[in-house]
Nanobody, 123 residues
Framework: QVQLVESGGGLVQAGGSLRLSCAAS????????RAWFRQAPGKEREFVAR????????YTADAVKGRFTISRDIPKNTVYLQMNSLKPEDTAVYYC????????????????WGQGTQVTVSS
């Protein structure tokens, strides 16, 4: 079993920054890729960014490219999402995901999910 626990969400003004963390535990040795998704009220879950674990191959969605950065800390088994220049449209529940594929920008590509952390950006 794999457990993913997100933290770092909150309320921030437009233009501000937040850093989300996702700590993994359990049988994580086969997890090749970690990712962040988000889901705004009334909308479908949306891919944000992914990173491969061994050699950091990174892919970021166009909607957040240049503002959001995904990274990982191998000893801590943790993935981060640094979010800068936040906009009200970034308001959503942010989910951490993990899977054994080397690619994937869709929810079915990932086997494990965290409980989500709320990010609210005020105008």
């Amino acid at each position: 079993q794999v457990q993913l626990v997100e933290s770092g969400g909150g309320l921030v003004q437009a233009g501000g920054s937040l850093r989300l963390s996702c700590a993994a535990s359990g049988r994580t040795s086969d997890l090749y890729t970690r990712a962040w998704f988000r889901q705004a009220p009334g909308k479908e879950r949306e891919f944000v960014a992914r990173i491969t674990w061994s050699s950091p191959n990174i892919y970021t969605a166009d909607a957040v490219k240049g503002r959001f950065t995904i990274s990982r800390d191998i000893p801590k088994n943790t993935v981060y999402l640094q979010m800068n220049s936040l906009k009200p449209e970034d308001t959503a529940v942010y989910y951490c995901a993990a899977g054994d594929r080397s690619y994937g920008s869709a929810s079915p590509d990932y086997d494990y999910w965290g409980q989500g952390t709320q990010v609210t950006v005020s105008s």
